[in-house]
Nanobody
Framework: QVQLVESGGGLVQAGGSLRLSCAAS????????MGWGRQAPGKRRELVAT???????WYTDSVKGRFTISRDNTKNTVYLQMNSLKPEDTAVYYC??????????WGQGTQVTVSA
């Protein structure tokens, strides 16, 4: 089992910034992909951003130019820098990890609330 610890969520005003962090631990041999998903009230969870072990990144269209995902492979940690936040970004943000030997896991989530 992979353990994921997320931090950095909170309440911010529209236009503000937050930086989310997620540290993975456990008997991990190698992490293939790390990323972030989010789920707003009344909506299904959607994938927001991913980064591969080689550094390739992907973003959903609604956050391009505003969010930046990064990864520290030596610490098994992924970050999500969120700038120019909008009320529609309000959601519970979940860390995602896919490993070569322990499968895939989602974190417990951290709340991000953006006020108008």
């Amino acid at each position: 089992q992979v353990q994921l610890v997320e931090s950095g969520g909170g309440l911010v005003q529209a236009g503000g910034s937050l930086r989310l962090s997620c540290a993975a631990s456990g008997a991990i041999f190698s992490i293939v992909t790390m990323g972030w998903g989010r789920q707003a009230p009344g909506k299904r969870r959607e994938l927001v951003a991913t980064v591969s072990s080689g550094g390739s990144t992907w973003y959903t269209d609604s956050v391009k130019g505003r969010f930046t995902i990064s990864r520290d492979n030596t610490k098994n940690t992924v970050y999500l820098q969120m700038n120019s936040l909008k009320p529609e970004d309000t959601a519970v943000y979940y860390c995602y990890v896919r490993t070569d030997n322990l499968g895939s896991s989602w974190g417990q989530g951290t709340q991000v609330t953006v006020s108008a």
